[in-house]
């Protein structure tokens, strides 16, 4: 059974840590092409030359060939500049995308079960799918293109261009189905603090099973009867991924049927090595496994220093070592020529279905010849030309270069379940090795034996691409590119209503994009190049930004159908600047305040209600909060589990003061007696009160484990209060057995609430032709109650908030307590003000804000002393600013940043060259 969790948030951290960072990494480069391609029609054509000196086919317009690729909604707008520099060099061929999501139904829910015959139904919708999301367990003759005929017959394709084990894990008796694109390599991180406190020397590439057992047990720290440093751990518990390197493979692939190899004694032996690292050297902690959705314990134990060494993919290393002082290595060797670190190999097969191989060829090898946007290129010769080596931090490009000399790939075939339950058997049934081995032996026998059978006994069934049916289009109908750019999770919902729009207007045809993600910074402005209009975050109307959208408020004025009036002031202030609109406001995220009934029963304590204040919160925390061991304490509040969403929502709230526009240019004002107060009264709830767990306190501290720690607290009822802004947790946090209420954010005590919502717009591009069918889109779009998955949200609109339709989308409850925050709001945030006067501020802000946060929360630092710390970072950096003319200049803004703090993150600070 298939399963994806569509986590965005976290899938674009992983994506962004592995980023090469190269501003040329986003440019196609030239790829050579072969001599002919094919026609579906049958008329004549004329052949051309092209760049590389090749003959090419032209085909006339009519005879275009259309070939379908297959990619994860996130991932669409990665393709758009790969596919038009294609397009130029091979005529005659067009690409179009297809959705994955879309094409197995999967929607944009937070997690998803594919269904049965995910591989049949993606290799029927597309020629080109992604390797990673076919299972090639006996079916690649079924499903696939044998792509070998077509290496054979291009003279341009040399197989040697690829890294050791990249193109061998696509064969199979000689048959290629697929083609490289990317790897990465299963490694050991270590915590070189660790090493440091026990004087160890570091793990070097070469070092052996011996020196990983002994540098495991010399690091593992014991406090009386609890282990609080493990000496080595896996991210996710795999036996494989320890077994195979030491025993070689557990099922031989090359006898037929495959023979498992798990009662060998080679294969038991290195088993017992790997069950003693838990079992006796008790050098790893022997957790079960977490449930399909949840992050492994394990990974909260590396997230949280408890880990001296793990095991994690190549990926990982750009957030670990800015996570922590981290160094890696390869897997252990016993010989100078074993092959014991896993390489994970990505890239593209094309369906048994295509009619058109040899473009579809071209294609992947066009593919197989660009810089990835994650890992190591496959193709030895793009990294060479990128300098890809040359630009990789030095300490893992050496790691990497001796995994490529000695590394290994392992398909997962049937049979291999037997290993995890044998390893389970052992580690926690008490089973011994030898006695689980010999049952793994007969159980996997018996899994392949059924697999073949069900092969055998399934009818051959002919792969077609199915072609969509092409929609009736009126004679002058006009198409307008709509950008989507919060979370991809949102497309199926505005595929949904663009359907149903050109129900209303047929005149006017809706495509769907996404950005490119894969190529770093994306900002409004990018957008507006590439797409006739946008829905964007507000507070993005810069200068810059301004230059490349149109003024919403001719529209408004030609419109008799929509009032601004009716947009709620919150929102409008968001897409405004000097008086004009940019943006028509689309939905706010609100923020509000889940409680958990029945701990308010138990306690006798009234439940909140709309309007209480900043007090009443205050003392209803402390009167829910019981208990001094963290293993049972009852918290009266649980923040998000980045908690510089609650300081920033707490410190509007109460009325904190942090620009003073009296001057020019504004001065960032965290040292004013009312920021002072807001932020002494939001952290006394931790510091004094201790009402409130301590999760991530900085920007640049990414513990993703913390998502198990808080899902824990509200699940088992050791959570009275806790704030939501209704985004999807991960891991998925169950409310069903929880009865549960919702209320609003406390205001002042004086009757003051700041606004602490972010809105979503759309905005029309100053570039498009096509202004007025984009203004009937986006004015659509503003009348529907809720689209996709904005976190809690409330229309923008007025008349559309207060609505039958919008109580029925989300809940009563749920939209009481969103009217109750919309309608206290009674001054606005400083986001807007910087928006409008002092852009080159927000980078600071958060951040200073941030830090000075964690040092009071980490480092016990007085409030008074961190906010002036902070003030005169901020002053120092408007100084630079106004030395450097750099009111508009964000190369320079970002110097200045760097220069005048060494504290703000690269990630916060990075040029526009390193986008």
Known sequence: MHYVTKKFLLLLLLLLVSCSGNKEAGRPA????????????????????????????????????????????????????????????????????????????????????????????????????????????????????????????????????????????????????????????????????????????????????????????????????????????????????????????????????????????????????????????????????????????????????????????????????????????????????????????????????TNHPQAAWRWLNFLSQQLPVTGIPANRSVAEADGFWDRIDPELGNVLQYALDHSYFNRFVPGYRAIFDATNNVLFEGQPVAEAMAEAQLQAETEIADFLAEEEGTEAVEIVISTPEETAVQERAVTIEFMISTDPNDLQSYRDLANKFQEQRPDILIEIKTPDFGNGLITLRDAATTSDCMQWSGNATGKMERAAILSIEPFLDADLELDKDDFYTSAIEQFSYQGQLWGLPAEMNIPVIFYNKELFDIAGVPYPKANWTTDDFRETTIMLTFGDDSATKQYGYVPQEFEINDLVIFLNRLGAHFLDESIDPPRLTFTHPDTVEAMRWFTSLTSELNIKPIFITSIDNTGIGIGEERKTLIENGHAAMWSDQGFQNYPEISLEELNLGIVSLPVKPDGMAVASSQATGYFISSNTTQRQACWEWVKFLSGQPKIGNYGNTIPSRRSIAESAAYIQAVGTEQAAANLASIEGITDSSTLPHLNSRANWLKTGFFWWQSYAYNQIIMVDVSVEEALVNVQAKADDYRDCIIARDALEDQNAQRTCLDEVDDTVPAFLIETADEK
């Open 30 to 353: 030239a790829t050579t092409i072969m001599p002919t391609i094919e026609s579906t029609g049958n008329t004549g054509s004329n052949s051309v030359e092209n760049t590389t000196g090749e003959k090419t086919t032209f085909v006339n317009e009519d005879d275009t060939i259309i070939l379908r690729m297959i990619a994860y909604d996130w991932e669409l707008g990665s393709y758009r500049d790969l596919i038009e520099t294609f397009e130029i060099e091979n005529p005659g061929i067009e690409i179009k995308m297809v959705s994955l999501e879309e094409t197995l139904g999967l929607g944009s829910s937070e997690v998803a079960m594919w269904p049965e015959d995910a591989s049949e139904l993606l290799v029927s919708a597309a020629d080109i799918v992604p390797a990673q999301a076919i299972s090639f367990s006996g079916s690649s003759p079924k499903l696939l293109l044998n792509l070998h005929p077509l290496m054979e017959a291009d003279p341009t394709f040399d197989r040697n261009n690829f890294y050791p084990n990249a193109l061998e894990y696509f064969e199979s008796t000689g048959n290629f189905w697929g083609l490289p694109t990317n790897i990465s390599f299963s490694l050991i991180f270590y915590n070189k603090d660790a090493f440091d406190t026990v004087s160890l020397d570091y793990p070097q590439a070469g070092w052996s099973w011996d020196d990983l057992l002994s540098a495991a047990k010399a690091t593992t720290v014991q406090e009386g009867d609890q282990v609080v440093q493990w000496g080595i751990v896996q991210s996710a518990r795999n036996p494989i991924e320890f077994v195979v390197p030491r025993s070689g493979p557990i099922i031989d692939t090359t006898t037929n049927p495959p023979a498992p190899k798990f009662d060998q004694p080679e294969v038991m032996d290195a088993l017992q090595w790997y069950v003693d690292l838990y079992l006796l050297h008790n050098v790893a902690p022997n957790l079960k496994s977490s449930d399909a959705f949840s992050i492994p314990s394990e990974f909260e134990l590396i997230d949280g220093g408890k880990a001296a060494m793990w095991s994690e993919t190549s990926g990982w290393w750009p957030y670990r070592s800015n996570q922590m002082n981290v160094g890696v290595v390869p897997f252990p060797v016993d010989s100078p020529g074993d092959h014991t670190t896993q390489i994970y190999v990505n890239g593209y097969v094309v369906s048994a279905g």
